[in-house]
């Protein structure tokens, strides 16, 4: 069974930077295409970015383009998000999903039954 963890959410001002990481564990993490999603309140969850199971495709929400950058280090079983000029439109509860077979562009579209998925991790953003 594959478990995903968040970590790194908290609190921020408008303009500060925060790194998130997902570990995943109970598989190798190296076979996995990765994304994070997010959930504002009284919002559909939604895409924020993915990479491929080798870091070499990545594809990014327009909302979040040029400000948050993907990674991930197969060697330990790690995703981070490195989110910069953060707005208070980004506080959402932020979670990590993986796939098998998808490319980050198709994470995009993932069903949630397709994958795994985090518990999440709240991120705050204040003006």
């Known amino acids: 069974q594959v478990h995903l963890l968040e970590f790194g959410g908290g609190l921020v001002r408008a303009g500060d930077s925060l790194r998130l990481a997902c570990t995943l564990s109970g598989r190798p993490f190296s076979v996995y295409s990765m994304a994070w999603f997010r959930q504002a309140p009284g919002q559909e969850r939604s895409f924020v970015s993915a990479?491929?199971?080798?870091?070499?495709?990545?594809n990014y929400a327009d909302s979040v383009k040029g400000r948050f950058i993907i990674s991930r280090d197969n060697a330990k079983n790690a995703l981070y998000l490195q989110m910069s000029s953060m707005e208070p439109k980004d506080k959402a509860v932020y979670y990590c999903a993986a796939a098998l077979g998808l490319t980050a562009k198709a994470m995009r579209d993932m069903a949630y039954e397709t994958g795994y998925w985090g518990q999440g991790t709240q991120v705050t953003v204040s003006s």
């Open positions: 990479i491929s199971w080798n870091g070499g495709d990545k």
